[in-house]
């Protein structure tokens, strides 16, 4: 009996949400067929990129543990050199999934990341259909929107082909703040503007390339139902709440945002920005490809698929036809139902959004060269057509009901759902892999530009003795065609290298130790080092180990800095460049004041204590800079000397800066913790106090009864 009082109870309780229970029950079990390529709990997929992110969630895990909050650094990155991959790239979807895997399924990341992708599929599945329903006041056709958008071609492509994890968790944040956002316009109501700014924060922390354009695209949309409510419904109140709620997301989110702004310029992938025009990535989005029916690669291959296994993006004809549909019965048939015809500026709206998405994702002329360089930031136009996602699906709502007016039940809910996702079935691609949970467990890296997009690279302003030199050109762009070129550290011959002049009353020794590889030689050969262009000196090259001392005070030099460079005599059997691994390219012979106590050394006298790097260094006459291991970001760091706090500076370390202190001789204590920008931090933090302040306000007047 008291076990069918509970049932009772329960029941009871949740019969008026049994519809959306329900609904909730069909998305997830949509989304786990959609996952199928990703099935084992074993075996990863078979690319690069869903490693690496699983390596990112591993160590967001670490960093969680070590009592990040928000999570910035990853611990055990860059040999533990403290690397912000957090601060700079994305922390949501990260933060979710290492708590996922903390609790959940402690044995497994790649579990963990895998349910954090369905929670994306459910979230926006769901408000998606919210969404849609409030649109057509159709509950079949909005169930068809939410599935139409879970199973968009570009979806599925950036879970199984690119694995562009924080892409696709931004895409199902994304029609949560679409949801927010309108209802926000439309009610005006507080709790709308706080879900709103909430909704804004999380996309904007998962990834910032679709917060940019969502920004744009929700901008293009508010204009287009502007314009057509300008003289009947509009009233200018309406747009402060979404506007107060967007910057109330962006305040929330500044500790975030406002590092990316001010510093991107001197990360690595900042070179992306600005330099790499998306009109030119255009070959991998023909006209042909977009609105094929079928998965297809933009040009044939000789294993049938595209550079990137299985990146086909398309649009999908559900969406097309959608679009169609709509523009048949405004344009042509003039005949939409009256229960459509307040939310015709929406429909007008979504139109225009899908059409200006598709002609940038497709590009057939160079818009983008007059536009901001900041935009530039898409790389790739295929990523534009996540806002034909969005429109696309809301469109199919509308279709739907367009097309069966009052008709529709049950038979055509059955009916679309097996349309849509057998449509989506060419852009799930049959897995081909080897790499194991296990193995990545053991070395949970992010490996390629991963580990590289954000280190902190400024041009060398003081040439310091000890400090190993970069071999990295200042403008090179991290990818995989450098990755053996960063971690392998090999000597790039025929390249000139400028570093700034030493002071004159020092006499450098340059030593450069490493190894070459010695049977690719093609008979005899020597290395030479030339300054400025000038050949100076010469080295044989007849054993595997290279250990070259330079003097370097009467090298020829011209003006306040010098190029470096180093020219192969001789050739090679395969007469491709000859490798010659760098152990060590430093100077020596410096000044005190110019003279580091290096990295390897300092290393050994550190440790990291939750979120801080304690340090125990001595400091000699003989070098009175000490490079510490982490990596250099200004003012985003909190070093206290001996309990004082004190100025850092950058000291190059191979192809990036760690973070140097001058300090007189004796033993000092060292305390460095990473807290990002401290004054972006303190508006977040007072943002957050607001937001909740408001937030418990409004629960208060709820439970009070009082009209909020």
Known sequence: MKIRKIYHTVTTFLQPYKTNLLIIFLYGVIAIGLMGPMASSEIIFPHPDPQSHIGYVHQARLALEEGQFPLRVAPIENHGLRYPGFQFYSQIPYLFGALLYKFITPSNPYD???????????????????LSLWLIDSRIGAILSGVSYISAPYFLN??????????????GILPVVLYYTIQCYATGKRRYLLMSSLSWFLLATTHI?????????????????????????????????????????????????????????????????????????????????????????????????????????????????????VIYYCYFFRRVPSKLQSTQPYLIGLLWVFLIALFATWSPIDFWKVLPRQLWVTQFTFRILTHVMWSGALLTGYAAVLIFRQRLDRRHLVIGILII?????????????????????????FRYSGALDYLYRTPITTLYGGAELPLLPQDWLPGYATWDVFVNHPLLLDAEFRYPLWQDNEKPILHLQGEVDINNIKGTASLEIQSDGRPFDTVPLTSRTLNWAIPFDKAPVFGKDFGLKFVLKGSTNDDQMLKIRVNRLSFEGMSPEHMVVPVFVTNSN????????????????????????ILYYPQMLRVLVDDQSVQYFPVNHRDYNLVGLNLKPGIHKIHVTFHGLAWTNWISCLAWLYFTFISITLFVRNKLNIEA
Not at 112 to 130: C, D, M, P, Q
Not at 241 to 259: E, R, V
Not at 610 to 618: A, L, Q, Y
């Open 112 to 130: 963990a990341y895998k349910l954090v992708i369905w929670t994306s599929f459910l979230v926006g599945g769901l408000y998606i259909y919210r």
């Open 158 to 171: 950036n879970i199984h082909a690119r694995g562009a994890f924080t892409e696709a968790i931004a895409q």
């Open 209 to 325: 390339i679709t917060f940019i354009y969502t920004t744009l695209a929700v901008g293009v949309l508010s204009f287009i139902v502007f314009f057509k409510t300008r003289k009947t419904e509009f009233k200018w109140s309406q747009l402060f709440p979404p506007l107060s709620a967007y910057g109330l997301g962006w305040l929330l989110a500044f500790y975030f945002l406002i590092p990316v702004v001010f510093m991107s310029g001197n990360l690595a992938v900042g070179q992306q920005v600005g330099g790499s025009n998306p009109f030119h990535s255009r070959w991998y989005t023909p006209l042909s490809t977009l609105i094929s029916p079928t998965s297809l690669p933009p040009a044939p291959s000789e294993t049938g698929f595209a550079p990137t296994y299985g990146l086909h993006p398309a649009v999908g004809w559900i969406f097309l036809a959608a679009w169609g549909v």
């Open 421 to 445: 996702v057998i449509a989506s079935r060419p852009w799930l691609p049959i897995p081909r892999s080897t790499a194991t949970v296990t193995d990545l467990i053991k070395e949970p890296l």
């Open 606 to 629: 550190c440790s990291q204590q939750g979120i801080s790097t304690f340090c125990e260094i001595t400091v000699n006459q003989d070098a009175q800079i000490i490079q510490l291991p």
